[in-house]
DNA sequence: TATTTATTAAAGTATTCGCTTGAGTGATCT
DNA sequence: AGATCACTCAAGCGAATACTTTAATAAATA
């Protein structure tokens, strides 16, 4: 019953890589990435059943991409380690360079319009820094009041509009929000873009401002 | 019908992630980044039937990470992308760090000795230019053949303890393969280590030695 | 044009996956 | 201790996958 080492180096490499294979596993390490969060939560964030969620959870545990404690009455799972974010974006950009599909869905976000590249996190630390630039955390309130960016406005698409009128027309905005899987502020930077703004993503999002070692607000 | 764009881009990840998450389909990647081939090698050299091998292929170039294109009577298959060898092996370095199971194997491989850390590409590339290291390529026959490092003695797992009585003992040797999914160069190292040589592996192997532009002999 | 060669398509089967439902376990609260 | 809460386990079902066998197609050759 002894199959080859290079199979089974194989078979262990491979059972990653169906870690990552299903949307709903991605979307749970989206949100872990956010922050350690129990099942409840994290299957209320993503829309799946708890006990879905759970088994998903197991599945990422035994491909070793996430570690769970023990707290109280919750089991609190977080990111094992920061590879699994490279990993991650990295799936990503093989995938938006290889497949049309992507391309096609990311411009729908924007539009129609040509989105501008995204502000790289020094270039915003330094912006931040000069007080020159105004930040959008366009993610949910809960998760904004979790953790964010120090001097971002929490701002969801649907307020946009109205706090639109706040602004000084022309004024440079920068949107970031979950990270590179989140459409939320590619949405943003369209709708802003239209009303004559200049605003920009940034990229990645939350998670990848913190692995950097950058200050984050946390409650 | 129209679901969300956040679902749609998620899938279409999910489609890349599935595409190297079986076994099969990572030995077939391995093989094409040695060169590029047809279906028909591509099957032989993983042990795969024809049938089986052909629509394995079409799984990876649905996913976007291989090419096609006629040859005459064959299709040829290649990386579409160097990002595809990138996306591997980070693949293998999250499996290497998180899963205990690897680390045994990797074990299992060295017989039980500690393995010394790999030579960097960078200083194979120096000590080549001195001429002072030997080189063993420890691919089968036919793909050393068709592309190597120069300089690189072809030597195989078998020939190994027939070729070792010929060299000066404690020897400095550098032994490579496909890259860093392929076993041999651990198991050679082993071999050779035990025999009293220093030995060590090149970090990844020829794909990643050719993918950084150094000189490759070709036929 | 007919034949051979290389590959892909189609059809069938066994296995695995994703999700649901309902029972089971461990920790906390009363 | 009993009730409650948060999660996991087990069973079951439909859909998707991996592999095999048997056509079908495309290009080269006779």
């Avoid at 545990?61 to 707290?71: K, Y």
Wanted: hydrophobic share 45%.
């Amino acid at each position: 019953m002894s199959i080859s080492p290079k199979a089974a180096l194989l078979e262990e490499y491979a059972l990653v890589a169906r870690a990552i294979s299903a949307p709903a596993r991605l979307m749970l390490l989206e949100q872990i990435a956010q922050g350690e969060r129990g099942v409840e939560a994290l299957a209320e964030k993503t829309g799946l059943s708890i006990a879905n969620a759970s088994q998903h959870l197991q599945h990422l545990r035994r491909a070793g991409l996430v570690d769970s404690r023990r707290d109280g009455k919750s089991v609190i799972y977080r990111l094992s380690d920061a590879k699994t974010l490279a990993l991650m974006d990295l799936l990503r950009v093989v995938a938006e360079r290889n497949l049309a599909q992507v391309e096609r869905i990311l411009r729908g976000l924007s539009d129609g319009q040509d989105a501008p590249e995204p502000v790289s996190r020094d270039d915003l630390a330094d912006r931040l820094a000069e007080g020159s630039v105004t930040i959008f955390d366009v993610r949910p309130a809960d998760e904004f009041a979790f953790a964010h960016i120090p001097g971002a406005r929490n701002v969801t698409l649907a307020d946009l509009d109205r706090i639109a009128l706040t602004l000084i027309p022309g004024s440079e905005i920068v949107a970031y929000c979950r990270g590179p899987y989140c459409i939320y502020a590619h949405q943003a930077v369209a709708a802003l873009r239209k009303m004559g703004f200049n605003a920009r993503r940034l990229d990645g999002g939350l998670p990848e401002w913190r692995e950097e070692g950058r200050q984050v607000f946390h409650n």
